[in-house]
T-cell receptor, first 113, second 116 residues
Framework: DTGVSQDPRHKITKRGQNVTFRCDPI?????LYWYRQTLGQGPEFLTY????????KSRLLSDRFSAERPKGSFSTLEIQRTEQGDSAMYLC???????????FGQGTRLTVV | AQTVTQSQPEMSVQEAETVTLSCTYD???????LFWYKQPPSRQMILVIR??????QNATENRFSVNFQKAAKSFSLKISDSQLGDAAMYFC?????????????FGKGITLSVRP
C-alpha cells in the first residue's frame, strides 16, 4: 500500500477554465476528506465521503465545486470556471471509521492565472 | 463551532535542545480528540501525536510529548532533543468524538526551524 495518492501534483490553469483533481485513498479506508490550504494557513475542510455517500459539505464549497466518489473508491474534485481565489493546495485524506487517524496525500497545488 | 488557535507563527530551536509549541482551542464538547500534525516542505501531512480528551495522562511518542490542560483548553507539543529533520510546519488540530463527521479543524500552524 503506497498511501493516499493525489493527481496531478501541480496544475496551472487560466481563469475561467475547469479543472479536476483525483484522489486515491488507502484501499480499505471508507472515509475520504477534501481540504483546502492557502499559503500561511492551516487546511480547511471542504467535504467528506463515507463510502460513496457525500455526507457533509462546507460552506466554503461554492456551487462551482463538485466532488464525487463513485463506488466508494477514488474521488474527484472538480472546480468549474476557476477564479484566482481558488489558487491553493487541495489535500485529500482518508481513514477507517473514527477514531483512527487520517492519512493525507501530498496534495494538488492549483495556480489560477 | 470549534476553533483552534496557534498564536506563534514561527519558532526556532537549537539542535539537541527542547522546544514547546503552543495551541489553544475552543469547544463546547466534552469528548474529542486533539492532534499535532507535521508538514515538511514536501507538503505531506504526517501525524505526530494524538490525545483523547477523556484521558488524563498526557500522550508521549518518543521525543514528542504533549501537555494537555482540558480545563484551560490548552494543548502544547514538546519536542525534546530536536533534530534537523524536525524542521517543518506543525499544525494543531481538533476532531469531535467518534460517531460524528470526523473532520479535522486546524490551527494556522507554526513554522519550526532547527539551527545546527
Amino acid at each position: 500500500d503506497t498511501g493516499v495518492s493525489q493527481d496531478p501534483r501541480h496544475k496551472i490553469t487560466k481563469r475561467g477554465q475547469n479543472v479536476t483533481f483525483r484522489c486515491d485513498p488507502i484501499s480499505e479506508h471508507n472515509r475520504l476528506y477534501w481540504y483546502r490550504q492557502t499559503l500561511g494557513q492551516g487546511p480547511e475542510f471542504l467535504t467528506y465521503f463515507q463510502n460513496e455517500a457525500q455526507l457533509e459539505k462546507s460552506r466554503l464549497l461554492s456551487d462551482r465545486f463538485s466532488a464525487e466518489r463513485p463506488k466508494g473508491s477514488f474521488s474527484t474534485l472538480e472546480i468549474q470556471r476557476t477564479e484566482q481565489g481558488d489558487s491553493a493546495m487541495y489535500l485529500c485524506a482518508s481513514s477507517l471509521e473514527a477514531p483512527t487517524e487520517a492519512f493525507f496525500g501530498q496534495g494538488t497545488r492549483l495556480t489560477v492565472v | 463551532a470549534q476553533t483552534v488557535t496557534q498564536s506563534q507563527p514561527e519558532m526556532s530551536v537549537q539542535e539537541a535542545e527542547t522546544v514547546t509549541l503552543s495551541c489553544t482551542y475552543d469547544t463546547s464538547e466534552s469528548d474529542y480528540y486533539l492532534f499535532w500534525y507535521k508538514q515538511p516542505p514536501s507538503r505531506q501531512m504526517i501525524l505526530v501525536i494524538r490525545q483523547e480528551a477523556y484521558k488524563q495522562q498526557n500522550a508521549t511518542e518518543n521525543r514528542f510529548s504533549v501537555n494537555f490542560q482540558k480545563a484551560a483548553k490548552s494543548f502544547s507539543l514538546k519536542i525534546s532533543d530536536s533534530q534537523l529533520g524536525d524542521a517543518a510546519m506543525y499544525f494543531c488540530a481538533y476532531r469531535r468524538s467518534a460517531g460524528a463527521n470526523s473532520k479535522l479543524t486546524f490551527g494556522k500552524g507554526i513554522t519550526l526551524s532547527v539551527r545546527p
